[in-house]
C-alpha cells in the first residue's frame, strides 16, 4: 500500500475502492478524474493500480490511496500476490468499484460471498481471437450478473450488459477531463510558434501534419489509417502522419512503413496529446470500435479537425463536429483528409463546431454526481 496520506474524513466516510489495473481504454485517466471528485466530496478513496498506471495517472496526486498490483503475471488471472494485494485493499471497503473486464473478473473472485456491492464500469468492446474470443460471453455474463449495477459508457455497451444478465445496467458518460490550460487561438500570441516547434520536432515543418493516437495493436484500428497514407503519397503536398502509442504490433507496422516507404512516423508513448493537436492540420481517428474516445474529445476540446470512423459512440459523441467515415474504408479515409488538408476555411469551421459540441458533454463534475449518486443509493439499499 502507498504510504500517501488520505485527506481528512469523518470516522463514518464511505470507503470505495476504483480497481483499475493497467488503466487500459481511457479507464486511467476517468479513475484519476473520478477519485479527485470523490475525495474532493469527503470520500475515501483506494485505487487498485499496476505501478506503471498508478505513475502515469497520478492517483496518489488526486488525494487516494494506492494499492500497487504486480507490474506482471496476469491481471485477469488473479495470480496469488494479486489476490493478496486486492484483498488488503478491500478490507474494510464499503463497495468495489471495477473498471473493464478484467478488473471485474477479479473483484468477483475477491468478494465473492460478500456484503460488499460491486459496481462494474464497461469503458470498451474487447475483440480476443481463439479461446478467449469464445470465452468472452461466459466471462462477461459472470462480470455483469455479479455486479449490483453496471455502467456502460455508451448505450451499445448497456444494451449488451443487459444481454449478458445484468439486473442493473445504466448510461454513464464518461468525461475526459477539460485542457486546464485552453489552447490558446491559432493566431494568438505565441501560439504560431508553438505550433511550429512541434511540427519541427515531429519532422514537419514544411508540410500537413496529420496526427492519431491509439495502441499499436491487433485490433486493425492502424491497417486503414496506413493504406491511406499511401494513397497521399499522390497528393502534391504529402502529409506527414505521426502516430502517439504504443504496443505489441510495433514492431510488424514498422516493417510495412519502411517496405513501402510511407509517410508515417511512430512516436511511442507520449502525454502531450493536447500539445501535439494544437499542431497538427487534421486528427484521425480509425478505429473499429470505441465507446468515448480520449483522441476525439481532446481533439473538438482543441479544436483540431477530425476524420473519424463512424462506430460504436462516436457519431453521438461528436455530433456534426467531425468528419466519418465507414470503418475499413481506406479510399474514403484518405479523401476525407486530403478534402480537409485542401480546404482551410472547412478546417476552421469544424474547429470551431468541436469546441462547441465539446461543451455540451457531461463535465467531470457530472460524472462524478451521478457515480456518487450510485453509491449513495447502494449504501442505502444496504442499510
Do not use: N
Not at 474532493?40 to 492517483?59: K, S
Not at 504560431?192 to 491509439?214: F, I
Not at 470512423?309 to 467531425?322: F, I, K, N, R, W
Not at 465539446?358 to 444496504?382: F, K, R
Amino acid at each position: 500500500m502507498s504510504s500517501t496520506p488520505a485527506p481528512p474524513h469523518g470516522p463514518t466516510a464511505l470507503h470505495a475502492v476504483q480497481l483499475v489495473g493497467r488503466g487500459e481504454g481511457g479507464s486511467g485517466v476517468h479513475v484519476r478524474s473520478l477519485a479527485a471528485g470523490l475525495v474532493a466530496r469527503g470520500i475515501r478513496v483506494t485505487v487498485v493500480a499496476t505501478p506503471a498506471a498508478a505513475e502515469r495517472y497520478g492517483f496518489a496526486a488526486a488525494g487516494a490511496l494506492v494499492a500497487r498490483l504486480p507490474e506482471r503475471g496476469g491481471l485477469a488471472t488473479a495470480p496469488l500476490c494479486t489476490a493478496t494485494t486486492l484483498r488488503a485493499a478491500c478490507a474494510g471497503a464499503d463497495l468495489v468499484h471495477a473498471h473493464g473486464l478484467q478488473c471485474g473478473l477479479m473483484a468477483c473472485s475477491t468478494i465473492l460471498g460478500q456484503r460488499r456491492p460491486l459496481v462494474v464500469t464497461w469503458h470498451t468492446r474487447h475483440h480476443p481471437d481463439g479461446v478467449r474470443g469464445r470465452m468472452m460471453p461466459l466471462l462477461e455474463r459472470r462480470v455483469s450478473r455479479s455486479a449490483r449495477v453496471v455502467l456502460g459508457a455508451t448505450t451499445d455497451l448497456v444494451d449488451g450488459a443487459r444481454r449478458r444478465g445484468a439486473r442493473d445496467a445504466r448510461l454513464a458518460p464518461i468525461a475526459v477531463p477539460a485542457p486546464r490550460h485552453p489552447h490558446p487561438h491559432p493566431g494568438g500570441d505565441g501560439a504560431a510558434l508553438r505550433r511550429q516547434q512541434v511540427r519541427a520536432e515531429l519532422g514537419a515543418p514544411d508540410r500537413p501534419l496529420v496526427l492519431t493516437a491509439a495502441p499499436l495493436d491487433a485490433y486493425g484500428t492502424h491497417e486503414p489509417l496506413l493504406e491511406a497514407a499511401r494513397m497521399w503519397r499522390a497528393l502534391p503536398e504529402q502529409p506527414l502522419l505521426a502516430v502517439a502509442g504504443e504496443g505489441p504490433a510495433r514492431g510488424r507496422l514498422q516493417r510495412r512503413i519502411d517496405a513501402e516507404k510511407l509517410p508515417v512516423r511512430l512516436l511511442g508513448r507520449r502525454d502531450d496529446l493536447p500539445r501535439l493537436l494544437a499542431a497538427a492540420d487534421v486528427a484521425v481517428l480509425s478505429s473499429p470500435w470505441e465507446a468515448r474516445p480520449v483522441l476525439a474529445q481532446e481533439a473538438l476540446h482543441a479544436g483540431a479537425p477530425l476524420v473519424a470512423t463512424a462506430v460504436g459512440g462516436v457519431p453521438e459523441l461528436v455530433g456534426d463536429a467531425a468528419e466519418l467515415v465507414p470503418y475499413g474504408d481506406a479510399r474514403a479515409l484518405a479523401d476525407a483528409v486530403a478534402a480537409l488538408l485542401h480546404d482551410p476555411g472547412h478546417r476552421a469551421a469544424l474547429s470551431a463546431a468541436g469546441r462547441a459540441q465539446a461543451g455540451t458533454w457531461p463535465t467531470e463534475d457530472d460524472t462524478v454526481t451521478q457515480v456518487l449518486s450510485i453509491y449513495d443509493e447502494l449504501m442505502t439499499y444496504e442499510a
